[in-house]
Structure formats: structure tokens, C-alpha cells
């Protein structure tokens, strides 16, 4: 079958994937609840309106942009900041954007379009693999958008939560760290990636003890750097 074809797919070759894609994300769509209903508790408590943190996660759709984004609302500040920091955390989508460019490319545009407002890091941990041949856009399309419900529904219950229960006492904030491990470990099969991943531990950690500024936009460039000269090391 070729990407030329359309809507005009039987139903079973464009239902099926679709299914399979939303079955296969299922375990990061439970694991990314607690992580939603975070951050729709901390759009309450950053001060905005139920609507705007409904609206954030419908449009912005990035888990760790919203949290850092209304961590840096909380605290007062301005929105130069707030756009550079929430740029650096999502700059790893260009590298999705490019592993994946091959095998979406030929889409119609309104392929295109849908599939790049859908990738996260979790879509991408399921298809990031897939060259052309293998790669199925309904399979994506049903992963992407089971994700993307799972994710609205978690901020709802958070926003719905967030004035009746003190959900900063169940320690929620660490689904975070525990989704982007469940992640990462298997992606670790070589030595710029494992130099990439231990160089943001050690100065994750490092910094946040000493409290310096930009410690997440410092940490972000420099195990990337890292990992790029171990890359080229091995070439």
C-alpha cells in the first residue's frame, strides 16, 4: 500500500492499526495520569482558570513544557523566560521531527500536520524505530490520540481535584521522572546515549543542589554537546 492512498482504505486496514497503536501506548497512558492530574492541579495553583489549564493541554499538548511553564508562572516570570525555557525543553522534537522525516514526508500534508501536533516523547518511544517500509500512520494516528485523550482527561481530573485534595502530599511530581525512565533505559544501547543520560544525572542533580539559574536549559545543552562529541569520537 502506498501513502498516496486515502480515506478510500478499507476499514479493517485503517481500523486495525489504529487499535494496535492505541493498545501499544496504553502502559504510558496509565503511567502519564498521575503526571496530568499534576499538572492540572498546578495550572489551578499557578493562578490560571480552569479553562486556560483545560486549554493548555489541548493545545500545547507537551507534559513537561506545561509543568515548567506554570512552575515559572507561579513564580512570577516573564514571558521571554518562559518561552525560552519551554523552547529548550521541547528541542528534542526536531530530532523526532528528522528521525522521522523519511517516513512522513510523503504524507499529505494534513498527515503531516496531525502526526507532528501528536508526537511526544511517548509516540515517538513507539514508532521512532519504524523506517518507511515498516512505518504505519494509522498505527501512529491511534497511539498519538489515545495518548492525547488520556493526557486532556488526566489534567481534567487534576483541575477538577486540585481545589478539594492536597495532591502535592501524594508526591505525584515523581510520575514524571518515573514515565521519562520507563522511557530512556531502553533507549540506552550505546555510548553517546549513555554519556547524554549520565551527563544530565550528574548535572541535574548537581545544579538543583546549588540552585543556579537556567539549571534545566544549562543541563539540556550540555548533555546534548556531550552526547554529540561521544558520537563523533566513535566515527
Same mark, same amino acid.
Given at each position: 500500500?502506498?501513502? #498516496?492512498?486515502?480515506? !478510500?482504505?478499507?476499514?479493517?486496514?485503517? =481500523?486495525? +492499526?489504529?487499535? #494496535?497503536?492505541?493498545?501499544?501506548?496504553?502502559? *504510558?497512558? *496509565?503511567?502519564?495520569?498521575?503526571?496530568?492530574?499534576?499538572?492540572?492541579?498546578?495550572?489551578? #495553583?499557578?493562578?490560571?482558570?480552569?479553562?486556560?489549564?483545560?486549554?493548555?493541554?489541548?493545545?500545547? /499538548?507537551?507534559?513537561?513544557?506545561?509543568?515548567?511553564?506554570?512552575?515559572?508562572?507561579?513564580?512570577?516570570?516573564?514571558?521571554?523566560?518562559?518561552?525560552?525555557?519551554?523552547?529548550?525543553?521541547?528541542? #528534542?522534537?526536531?530530532?523526532?521531527?528528522?528521525?522521522?522525516?523519511?517516513?512522513?514526508?510523503?504524507?499529505?500534508?494534513?498527515?503531516?500536520?496531525?502526526?507532528? %501536533?501528536?508526537?511526544?516523547?511517548?509516540? %515517538?518511544?513507539?514508532?521512532?524505530?519504524?523506517?518507511?517500509?515498516? %512505518?504505519?500512520?494509522?498505527?501512529?494516528?491511534?497511539?498519538?490520540?489515545? %495518548?492525547? =485523550?488520556?493526557?486532556?482527561?488526566?489534567?481534567?481530573?487534576?483541575?477538577?481535584?486540585?481545589?478539594?485534595?492536597?495532591?502535592?502530599?501524594?508526591?505525584?511530581? /515523581?510520575?514524571?521522572?518515573? !514515565?521519562?525512565?520507563?522511557?530512556?533505559? +531502553?533507549?540506552?544501547?550505546?555510548?553517546?546515549?549513555?554519556?547524554?543520560?549520565?551527563?544530565?544525572?550528574? =548535572?541535574?542533580?548537581?545544579?538543583?543542589?546549588?540552585?543556579?539559574?537556567?539549571?534545566?536549559?544549562?543541563?539540556?545543552?550540555?548533555?546534548?554537546?556531550?552526547?554529540?562529541?561521544?558520537?563523533?569520537?566513535?566515527?
Amino acid at each position: 500500500m502506498t501513502y #498516496q492512498s486515502t480515506l !478510500t482504505e478499507p476499514p479493517t486496514l485503517r =481500523l486495525r +492499526p489504529a487499535l #494496535q497503536g492505541a493498545v501499544a501506548i496504553l502502559p *504510558l497512558c *496509565l503511567a502519564v495520569l498521575p503526571w496530568g492530574i499534576l499538572a492540572g492541579s498546578m495550572a489551578i #495553583q499557578s493562578g490560571l482558570t480552569a479553562a486556560e489549564g483545560l486549554g493548555m493541554s489541548a493545545i500545547v /499538548f507537551a507534559g513537561a513544557s506545561q509543568l515548567v511553564a506554570m512552575g515559572m508562572i507561579k513564580t512570577g516570570a516573564g514571558m521571554l523566560a518562559i518561552l525560552i525555557s519551554t523552547f529548550f525543553v521541547t528541542a #528534542q522534537h526536531f530530532l523526532y521531527g528528522l528521525r522521522l522525516r523519511e517516513c512522513i514526508a510523503p504524507l499529505p500534508l494534513r498527515w503531516r500536520v496531525a502526526l507532528a %501536533f501528536l508526537l511526544t516523547d511517548e509516540l %515517538f518511544a513507539l514508532t521512532g524505530d519504524h523506517g518507511p517500509a515498516r %512505518f504505519n500512520r494509522w498505527y501512529a494516528l491511534g497511539a498519538g490520540l489515545a %495518548f492525547y =485523550l488520556s493526557w486532556f482527561f488526566a489534567t481534567l481530573l487534576g483541575v477538577v481535584a486540585a481545589s478539594s485534595i492536597d495532591l502535592d502530599s501524594y508526591g505525584l511530581d /515523581f510520575s514524571i521522572a518515573a !514515565t521519562f525512565i520507563a522511557i530512556i533505559v +531502553p533507549l540506552v544501547r550505546n555510548l553517546p546515549v549513555l554519556a547524554c543520560v549520565l551527563t544530565s544525572l550528574v =548535572l541535574s542533580i548537581g545544579l538543583h543542589h546549588y540552585q543556579v539559574p537556567g539549571a534545566l536549559i544549562i543541563t539540556t545543552v550540555v548533555a546534548m554537546l556531550v552526547g554529540l562529541l561521544c558520537s563523533r569520537e566513535k566515527e
